[in-house]
């Protein structure tokens, strides 16, 4: 049972990358998924989340109209794909599941989320 978040890098401001969660051992629709960030010397933010189950999205203040939260099914995959990055969109994502469907900003609080990727490092340059 695994989550592999990837896909972070280094771009500049104004450039855009896509991030993958790929889970393995059990299947992503009986959930809810989140991508979450963590900054060095910041609290770990929600910033995206789709309902496994209806495909219901929500999105932080932060990143709403910059980001988009998808899910392929048939490869177990959700992916983040994050335009117009800013330098402060610089963090490790990491994506996380929760039993459960979750829709508005509930589905941001991360004590709802009981497995974890590893993280993957975005960094914007200005």
């Known amino acids: 049972v695994q989550l592999q978040a990837s896909g972070g890098g280094t771009v500049q401001s104004g450039g855009s990358l896509r991030l993958s969660c790929a889970a393995s051992?059990?299947?992503?629709?009986?959930?809810?998924i989140g991508w979450f960030r963590q900054a060095p010397g910041e609290e770990r933010e929600g910033v995206s989340c789709?309902?496994?189950?209806?495909?219901?999205?929500y999105y932080s203040d932060s990143v709403k109209g910059r980001h988009t939260i998808s899910g392929d099914s048939a490869k177990n995959t959700v992916y983040l794909q994050m335009n117009n990055l800013k330098p402060e969109d610089t963090a490790v994502y990491s994506c996380?599941?929760?039993?459960?469907?979750?829709?508005?900003?509930?589905?941001?609080?991360?004590?709802?989320?009981?497995?974890w990727g590893q993280g993957t490092q975005v960094t914007v340059s200005s």
């Open positions: 996380a599941t929760a039993p459960g469907y979750y829709s508005g900003h509930y589905c941001l609080m991360g004590s709802l989320y009981d497995k």
């Open positions: 051992g059990f299947t992503l629709d009986i959930y809810t």
């Open positions: 789709i309902n496994g189950r209806d495909g219901t999205t």
